[in-house]
């Protein structure tokens, strides 16, 4: 019956009223539904505890920063982090009466502050930064054996009903942020997760990575040089630009972060013929590498370069050696985006 009713709920406030139903099966005083978001790596600050406000599972801010300092003192809590956990597990199967009383973070969260003891915990959802759990807690005697099966044998359809709901959850957060993405430019885009996968692509936006990466048909991930690009800039504050230029066309791809999804929009164009006297005036290069230049920006080898111009390909060589050297370039392809830039300017 009450599996049943787990899979009939449809949002999250059916679903936690339905998960506060527990105390009255298990024989609770009470439960405390949340995640704990472990501190970043290498950080010396608090956990943060992300748990329900309601009367039920009553945690206030003074006791939430408590155990925020001193989580690593909850033994079940250290357990979750340490990977998934297929059964419910108590305080007591690590730490004796005695033991447990004496630590910071019962007297501070738990025994002063609640009046409660003794706590059973089931792992809903576990990632190496955060776990979501129902925690169940007595004030008077401890969990037996018999309270742990009967959660163990409820615990998989919570997980269920948490998982399905947070699946139709990032889907609406995916729609959300590609719309988000498009309104801002109505131009072409790659929906990604946070791995680099492609969740969603239009067929212009698969086009165009086909064109500059050569990745045709319907690829699973985004082209290293790209994923690279998105990992490095996606906790930037500043909004995320990446120019790419080659043979005379221009590819601008711009980041529109999510929380567990990304946005890059991709914006395509075609330079128009370089003008050496516009070169000249823009870029510190003489009238004949500017010249050199703009037939190079057009996707024009050495060789056909010094038949337009009249010119041996040795000293178009030369020539493009010192364009590198005046705009502090190493290839064409940087060439061409100085070029590019002193046009757009």
């Known amino acids: 019956m009450f599996a049943g009713d787990l899979a009939a709920c449809r949002t999250g406030v059916e679903l936690d009223r339905q998960v506060r139903l527990l105390p009255g099966l298990v024989g609770t005083d009470t439960i405390i539904i949340g995640e704990v978001h472990k501190p970043a790596p290498g950080s010396a600050g608090p956990a943060t505890l992300k748990a329900s406000d309601d009367p039920v599972g009553f945690f206030d801010a003074e006791a ?108 609406e957060r995916s729609a959300a942020l590609l719309e988000r993405g498009l309104e801002q430019r109505g131009e072409p885009a790659v929906l990604v997760d946070r791995a680099g996968a492609i969740l969603a692509a239009g067929p212009r936006a698969r086009s165009i990575l086909a064109d500059w990466f050569g990745r045709r048909g319907r690829a699973a991930a985004l082209p290293s040089e790209v994923e690279a690009w998105r990992a490095s800039e996606r906790r930037s504050p500043a909004p995320a630009v990446l120019d790419l230029a080659r043979f005379g066309r221009r590819l601008r791809l711009s980041l529109v972060p999510g929380q567990d999804e990304d946005v890059i929009l991709l914006s395509e164009r075609r330079a128009g013929p370089a003008d050496p006297d516009t070169l000249t005036r823009c870029l510190p290069i003489s009238h004949r590498e500017a010249e050199v230049l703009a037939l190079l920006a057009r996707g024009m080898m050495n060789a056909a370069i010094a038949d337009d111009l009249g010119i041996s390909p040795h000293t178009v060589s030369r020539h493009v050696e010192r364009i590198y050297a005046k705009l502090g370039v190493h290839n064409r392809a940087g060439a061409i985006a100085a070029t590019h830039d002193a046009l757009d300017d």
């Open 64 to 171: 939430q920063e408590a155990f925020g300092r001193l989580w690593h003192q909850q033994p079940v809590v250290v357990r979750h982090f340490a990977g998934f956990a297929p059964r419910a597990m108590k305080v007591s199967d690590f730490l004796s009466d005695r033991r447990w009383r004496r630590t910071e973070v019962y007297n501070d969260c738990y025994g002063k502050r609640l009046g409660l003891t003794w706590e059973i915990a089931a792992q809903i959802r576990c990632e190496p930064e955060v776990i979501a759990c129902a925690a169940l807690q007595r004030a008077n005697r401890d969990f037996d054996e018999r309270d742990r099966t009967l959660l163990d044998a409820i615990t998989p359809h919570m997980r269920a009903a948490y998982a399905r709901l947070e699946v139709a959850a990032r889907r």
